[in-house]
T-cell receptor, first 112, second 114 residues
Framework: RKEVEQDPGPFNVPEGATVAFNCTYS??????FFWYRQDCRKEPKLLMS???SGNEDGRFTAQLNRASQYISLLIRDSKLSDSATYLC?????????????FGKGTKLSVKP | NAGVTQTPKFQVLKTGQSMTLQCAQD?????MYWYRQDPGMGLRLIYY???????DKGEVPNGYNVSRLNKREFSLRLESAAPSQTSVYFC?????????????FGPGTRLTVT
């Protein structure tokens, strides 16, 4: 089983739609969780960290379910500019210093 | 404030040639990283440097060497390039040795080995 798994998509949604991505991780000792965004042929950039209690940043909501070992990202009122690949990222406690484990990404395409 | 810069942006090598990818950050970060990104594989850690003067292997270190020249600069060297090293290479940095803080990525180097 891959350490971090995501549905690769693509998710094709109309503007204004709500879309949700899930990500599962295999290591129950994982400590930190993030969503990164990567535009085509660009570098990844942090979208948001994921906290145990769940957190929201504008139209984006991230949730963590430790018992089931999954992380979700909800995007409300999708914009054309949300089109990108969303990377689920996990850091394991006691792992190599700074070693983040990246999922392969879920591609989102928002259409007019 | 340029963040993380990488040179070159593009490179084509023949099998067996060597080259060094350069990375520099101006954010006074302690930790720096080299990743490669291949289609269908996601980002994989090659080497990292938790602080100036230290380097450690990541998930896929074979065929690569690194040098943490100073706090700002972290270079990646391919001694004898192979077609399997065709990839996009990203350098990143973060402020804490734990890496729990956000990692900032450079724009990447697109390397093709023929």
């Amino acid at each position: 089983r891959k350490e971090v798994e995501q549905d690769p998509g693509p998710f094709n949604v109309p503007e204004g739609a709500t879309v949700a991505f899930n990500c599962t991780y295999s290591n129950s000792a994982s400590q930190s969780f993030f969503w990164y965004r990567q535009d085509c042929r660009k570098e990844p950039k942090l979208l948001m960290s994921v906290y145990s209690s769940g957190n929201e940043d504008g139209r984006f909501t991230a949730q963590l379910n430790r018992a089931s070992q999954y992380i979700s990202l909800l995007i409300r009122d999708s914009k054309l500019s949300d089109s990108a690949t969303y990377l689920c990222v996990v850091r394991n406690y006691g792992g190599s210093q700074g070693n983040l484990i990246f999922g392969k990404g879920t591609k989102l395409s928002v259409k007019p | 404030n340029a963040g993380v810069t990488q040179t070159p942006k593009f490179q084509v090598l023949k099998t067996g040639q060597s080259m060094t990818l350069q990375c520099a950050q101006d954010m006074n970060h302690n930790s720096m990283y080299w990743y490669r990104q291949d289609p269908g594989m996601g980002l994989r850690l090659i080497y990292y440097s938790a602080s100036e003067g230290t380097t450690d292997k990541g998930e896929v270190p074979n065929g690569y060497n690194v040098s943490r020249l100073n706090k700002r600069e972290f270079s990646l060297r391919l001694e004898s390039a192979a077609p399997s090293q065709t990839s996009v290479y990203f350098c990143a940095s973060s402020s804490q040795t734990s890496g729990a803080n956000e990692q900032y990525f450079g724009p990447g180097t697109r390397l093709t080995v023929t």
